[in-house]
Every structure is written in structure tokens, then in C-alpha cells.
């Protein structure tokens, strides 16, 4: 039976969740539905330190700040084509802008445009040296990509300028975690559990690397726990509904594939999670 692992994506505005994005990782004896906050993170409503208010901002500066929160929205809804372009426009105005700069880089990454997003997120963190998110962007890329250890580095950067931020411990236990280092894995998400204990992201991911270490009652509690801080969030269901059908809790097991199906929006999965079912019923 497999497990699933959900990709989760923050962004300054509260998260779409047609936004959610999935990648599979090979656990034990299944595959594990796994949670990464953000092959574009941004957590909170946090913008580039110290930006200015808006009664100083120049005309230009104002007008870039709207062209950036059209495309903010356009992100969210998954519409990257149209940010991008906006966002470059923006760029023509104000060239050295680091949250202009971190947002195409979002926007590029959403449509697999690797190089250029790892171009724009290097720009951001030149531009803004002393902000977390570009690092953060720059490092998803890079596991994206299969370059675990400069994501690795570029998380360990960004910790060391936000190390209250759970989220990215939650995605550098996950990296860790892909790379098989078990030990790493669990002092990152333990922590992003306390940091953050009513994160979704952290416990699901805990939950990934439980399963993986066969702690399987471990696993069931914080894939638990994350289904009741956020009932509508899918993969949860998944990843449950696959370990009960491993240890024969099989009413369990369908109804969690069964929810699963409802909440879902991926087709793969979703149709993935209808064999699973088939095959129980």
C-alpha cells in the first residue's frame, strides 16, 4: 500500500488550496505522500525587511507595489504565465527590488522553469541579503532539481537569519529526511512541531518520517493530529487510510481513501486512491 507526501505552498496570502502541489517519495514498503512547505515559501504576510510605508513610496514605487499584489493573486489562483509578465514589467521600473525579484522566481518555479527561478531567487538574495525567503525558494528549487546539497545549504542560511521560523525546519527535515539521514530529520521536525505545533506541514511530515522508521503508532498520531487541526487538508487522509490498510484496519482504511477522494483536486491521486479503494472493498 502506498503513502502519500504532500507539497504545500505559502505564499503572503493565505494559502489556495488548489495551489497544493504533490511529489512522491519511496518509503519502506510504500510510497509516502509528503508534505514540503514550499518549493515557494512564504510564511505569515512577510514581505522584504524593512520595506518602506506606503505614504513614502514614489510614484513608481507605488505602481510596482500594485503590479506585485495583482501578481501575488495571480500566483495563488496558479496563473504563474501572467505573473511572470507582470512581474517583469514591474522589474523595468524598479530592477534592484528583491520582493519583485522572490516573487518571479515563485512564479517560474510554479511553471518548471527551474533555471530562471533559481536566476531570480540568486537576484533576490543578493538584492535583500538579510530576508530568509529567497534562500528558501533557491534551496526548493534546488531539490527539485536533485541538488540536495545546496538546498541544504540554502536552508541552513535562511535558518540562521529566521531560526523561530518552523516552517523551514519543517522543509530542511524533509530534505534530511529524502537524503536518509534520519537522525537530522527528526531534530528538525521535532522542532518545527514546538515551534509550530499546530502546523499541519510539521506534523505531517513527522508523520512521513515516523512511518519511514516503522513507528507506526507515531505515525497514525500526527497524521492524526493534522487531520484534526485542518479537516479539509487531503493527504492526511491518504497517508492514514494507507497505513490502516497495511495493518489491516481495513473500515478505517476506506474511509479515509473514501475522504481522501472527496477533498482531493489532484486527478493522479485521487484516481491512484480509487484502486486502493477497489482493492479493499
Same mark, same amino acid.
Given at each position: 500500500?502506498?503513502?502519500?507526501?504532500?507539497?504545500?505552498?505559502?505564499?503572503?496570502?493565505?494559502?489556495?488550496?488548489?495551489?497544493?502541489?504533490?511529489?512522491?517519495?519511496?518509503?519502506?514498503?510504500?510510497?509516502v505522500l509528503v508534505l514540503l512547505v514550499g518549493g515557494v515559501i512564504l510564511y505569515g504576510n512577510?514581505?522584504?525587511?524593512?520595506?518602506?510605508?506606503?505614504?513614502?513610496?514614489?510614484?513608481?514605487?507605488?505602481?510596482?507595489?500594485?503590479?506585485?499584489?495583482?501578481?501575488?493573486?495571480?500566483?495563488?489562483?496558479?496563473?504563474?504565465?501572467?505573473?511572470?509578465?507582470?512581474?517583469?514589467?514591474?522589474?523595468?521600473?524598479?530592477?534592484?527590488?528583491?520582493?519583485?525579484?522572490?516573487?518571479?522566481?515563485?512564479?517560474?518555479?510554479?511553471?518548471?522553469?527551474?533555471?530562471?527561478?533559481?536566476?531570480?531567487?540568486?537576484?533576490?538574495?543578493?538584492?535583500?541579503?538579510?530576508?530568509?525567503?529567497?534562500?528558501?525558494?533557491?534551496?526548493?528549487?534546488?531539490?527539485?532539481?536533485?541538488?540536495?546539497?545546496?538546498? $541544504? &545549504? /540554502?536552508?541552513?542560511? =535562511? +535558518?540562521?537569519?529566521?531560526?523561530?521560523? !518552523?516552517?523551514? *525546519?519543517? #522543509? @530542511? %527535515?524533509?530534505?534530511?529526511?529524502?537524503?536518509?539521514?534520519?537522525?537530522?530529520?527528526?531534530?528538525?521536525?521535532?522542532?518545527?512541531v514546538q515551534l509550530s505545533p499546530d502546523s499541519v506541514a510539521s506534523h505531517f511530515n513527522r508523520?512521513?518520517?515516523?512511518?519511514?522508521?516503522?513507528?507506526?503508532?507515531?505515525? $497514525? &498520531? /500526527?497524521?492524526?493530529? =493534522? +487531520?484534526?487541526?485542518?479537516?479539509?487538508? !487531503?493527504?492526511? *487522509?491518504? #497517508? @492514514? %487510510?494507507?497505513?490502516?490498510?497495511?495493518?489491516?484496519?481495513?473500515?478505517?482504511?476506506?474511509?479515509?481513501?473514501q475522504t481522501f477522494i472527496s477533498l482531493s483536486d489532484n486527478e493522479t491521486w485521487v484516481q491512484?486512491?480509487?484502486?486502493?479503494?477497489?482493492?479493499?472493498?
Amino acid at each position: 500500500m502506498s503513502v502519500k507526501t504532500m507539497k504545500v505552498k505559502k505564499t503572503g496570502k493565505p494559502v489556495n488550496p488548489k495551489a497544493i502541489r504533490y511529489g512522491v517519495i519511496v518509503g519502506l514498503s510504500v510510497f509516502v505522500l509528503v508534505l514540503l512547505v514550499g518549493g515557494v515559501i512564504l510564511y505569515g504576510n512577510k514581505a522584504e525587511p524593512a520595506a518602506p510605508a506606503a505614504s513614502q513610496l514614489s510614484a513608481e514605487e507605488a505602481q510596482a507595489q500594485v503590479m506585485l499584489a495583482t501578481a501575488q493573486d495571480l500566483i495563488d489562483s496558479g496563473n504563474s504565465a501572467s505573473a511572470v509578465k507582470i512581474l517583469t514589467e514591474a522589474l523595468a521600473i524598479l530592477p534592484d527590488n528583491g520582493e519583485l525579484l522572490y516573487y518571479r522566481g515563485v512564479a517560474n518555479n510554479g511553471m518548471g522553469e527551474f533555471d530562471a527561478a533559481i536566476g531570480d531567487f540568486t537576484a533576490a538574495i543578493e538584492a535583500s541579503p538579510h530576508w530568509a525567503l529567497p534562500l528558501a525558494g533557491r534551496g526548493s528549487v534546488y531539490v527539485a532539481i536533485g541538488e540536495s546539497s545546496k538546498a $541544504l &545549504e /540554502d536552508y541552513d542560511k =535562511a +535558518i540562521q537569519l529566521e531560526p523561530g521560523e !518552523a516552517d523551514l *525546519y519543517t #522543509n @530542511r %527535515g524533509q530534505i534530511h529526511m529524502q537524503r536518509g539521514e534520519f537522525a537530522e530529520a527528526t531534530k528538525d521536525l521535532d522542532l518545527a512541531v514546538q515551534l509550530s505545533p499546530d502546523s499541519v506541514a510539521s506534523h505531517f511530515n513527522r508523520g512521513v518520517l515516523y512511518y519511514s522508521l516503522s513507528q507506526v503508532d507515531a505515525a $497514525l &498520531e /500526527d497524521f492524526s493530529r =493534522a +487531520i484534526e487541526i485542518d479537516p479539509a487538508a !487531503a493527504p492526511p *487522509y491518504f #497517508n @492514514r %487510510g494507507a497505513i490502516y490498510a497495511d495493518i489491516g484496519e481495513t473500515e478505517k482504511a476506506i474511509a479515509d481513501f473514501q475522504t481522501f477522494i472527496s477533498l482531493s483536486d489532484n486527478e493522479t491521486w485521487v484516481q491512484f486512491a480509487q484502486e486502493k479503494l477497489a482493492e479493499l472493498q
